[in-house]
């Protein structure tokens, strides 16, 4: 079956960095566009970063551009996002997701990120 895991969040001070890592398994990794997703508390899910199947092609929100990084390594199943500067407004459950038709998508259950002081 379908297994999205991520890890890799936890507490960290303004301006600091973190390192998400989804690990994918019971489907053809390599063959989809991965996104990472967050949800803030009290607000809607939005989409933070995507990357092609084969890494050449990604897509930020604006507001993590030049701060946040979204790649994956095909050979491990793994799809990354590395955190950097960050901002309390970043806080967030952050979330790997897969569409694999346009009407069937699969969710990890999420990685919270704290950034306080």
């Known amino acids: 079956q379908v297994q999205l895991v991520e890890s890799g969040g936890g507490l960290v001070q303004p301006g600091g960095s973190l390192r998400l890592s989804c690990a994918a398994s019971g489907f053809s990794f390599s063959s989809y566009t991965m996104n990472w997703y967050r949800q803030a508390p009290g607000k809607e899910r939005e989409l933070v970063a995507s990357i092609s199947s084969t890494g050449s092609d990604t897509n930020y929100k604006d507001s993590v551009k030049g701060r946040f990084t979204i790649s994956r390594d095909n050979a491990k199943n793994t799809v990354y996002l590395q955190m950097n500067s960050l901002k309390p407004e970043d806080t967030a459950v952050y979330s790997c997701?897969?569409?694999?038709?346009?009407?069937?998508?699969?969710w990890g259950k999420g990685t919270l990120v704290t950034v306080s002081s």
């Open positions: 997701m897969f569409r694999r038709v346009p009407s069937v998508t699969y």
